[in-house]
């Protein structure tokens, strides 16, 4: 499976992004697909994951801001990101295989990536 990761750019503080994951090659909800994103200086972190039985997996600093879904007729899985804070600033990546990483280091294993996109959260 390919994916190509877009949506990113520079919004405000509490301002929204929609991130889009889509794919190419294999039906996206025969895998886990995950968020992840990497800040300058930091090490990769997951953001949210949602299995093929639809677990969904938030971290913390996101739960309540973030939403992962997914649209099979588009075979895209989205990141809404409400209500951004200058520290969710970062390179955000998908990824997809059978199970998400989300414990550190996450996302080893998982062997499908996209390109990651830009999320910059600045007045």
């Known amino acids: 499976v390919q994916l190509q990761a877009s949506g990113g750019g520079l919004v405000q503080p509490g301002g929204s992004l929609r991130l889009s994951c889509a794919a190419s090659g294999d039906p996206l909800d025969d895998y886990a697909v995950g968020w992840f994103r990497q800040a300058p200086g930091k090490g990769r972190e997951a953001v949210s994951c949602?299995?093929?039985?639809?677990?969904?997996y938030y971290e913390a600093s996101v739960k309540g801001r973030f939403t992962i879904s997914s649209d099979n007729a588009k075979n895209t899985v989205y990141l809404q990101m409400n209500s951004l804070k200058p520290e969710d600033t970062a390179v955000y990546y998908c990824a997809a295989d059978f199970i998400c990483t989300v414990l550190p280091p996450a996302g080893y294993g998982m062997d499908y990536w996209g390109k990651g996109t830009l999320v910059t959260v600045s007045s």
């Open positions: 949602i299995s093929t039985s639809g677990d969904i």
